[in-house]
């Protein structure tokens, strides 16, 4: 019985293709959120990551394409923003390039380092424009 719904079933218009589509997405980022807290929050009582324990739960974490390395570094960077420790933030973004330094070529470290220093001048034209902000008194 359970193949008969399945022959009543109409084709899907393109919106409901498009919202199917989208409701899987969110499926798979919001697992792949899920992952990543719980690999950054599984030491964390003890005060101390396992790099075995964290590369294991790690494999789990599916990086077929460019959207899913993309969506797990957004998951990455929103667990990293939650803490709020810059100098920590810091240090593990330097360990990062680091580690993933040795797999990519020359060529895509020049393209890595021209985005940061995009995103550097960005930052320090929103702190610029505070401090002005800042700086102007209203009588």
Not at 13 to 21: F, G, H, L, S, Y
Not at 28 to 52: A, H, R, W, Y
Not at 58 to 84: T, W
Request: glycine letters at 4%; aromatic letters at 4%; one cysteine or more.
């Amino acid at each position: 019985e359970e193949a008969e719904p399945a022959k009543n079933l109409k084709p899907m218009t393109k919106e409901e293709k498009v919202a199917e589509k989208l409701r899987l997405q969110k499926l798979v980022e919001e697992s792949d959120n899920q992952i990543t807290n719980e690999l950054f929050q599984s030491k964390k009582e003890e005060g101390t990551l396992d790099v075995d324990a964290i590369s294991a739960l790690l494999q789990s974490v599916p990086l077929s394409d460019e959207d899913s390395y993309k969506n797990f570094a957004e998951a990455v960077g929103r667990r990293v923003e939650i803490e709020d420790k810059p100098f920590l933030a810091k240090e593990f973004v330097k360990e990062l390039c680091r580690q993933v330094g040795k797999s990519i070529s020359g060529e895509d470290l020049a393209e890595v380092i021209s985005i940061l220093g995009v995103v550097k001048n960005e930052k320090v034209k929103t702190q610029l424009n505070k401090k002005k902000k800042k700086g102007v008194k209203k009588f």
